[in-house]
């Protein structure tokens, strides 16, 4: 069965941090394109990171470059966002998800449930 699990999300000051965590299982993370999406009320879909191939380059969202780090461990199947620098307009339920290697991360062959982070005093 094809799961991601993500995890991680709470409540957190602006100008602070999180880490959040994405477990896979059912299938090779390293096997496909991977990222991160994020949906809040009344706003886009918006894709926040996206790595085609483990050997290359992670591109983000202009809103988060240089905040956001996404990185993965291959041993563990498990994908991370380490966010720093918060900010309110981070608040939202973000969503790892795999994608079709070869369409980039255009079309998702899954995503998780996702966990919600809120960025508030």
């Known amino acids: 069965q094809l799961q991601l699990v993500e995890s991680g999300g709470g409540l957190v000051q602006p100008g602070g941090s999180l880490r959040l965590s994405c477990a896979a299982s059912g299938f090779a993370l390293d096997a496909y394109a991977i990222g991160w999406f994020r949906e809040a009320p009344g706003k886009e879909r918006e894709r926040v990171s996206c790595q085609t191939d483990t050997e290359l380059r992670v591109d983000y969202a202009d809103s988060v470059k240089g905040r956001f780090t996404m990185s993965v461990d291959s041993a563990e199947n498990t994908v991370y966002l380490q966010m720093t620098s918060l900010k309110p307009e981070d608040s939202a339920v973000y969503h790892c998800?795999?994608?079709?290697?070869?369409?980039?991360?255009?079309?998702?062959?899954?995503w998780g449930q996702g966990t919600e982070v809120t960025v508030s005093e």
């Open positions: 998800a795999s994608y079709y290697r070869h369409l980039g991360c255009a079309v998702a062959h899954s």
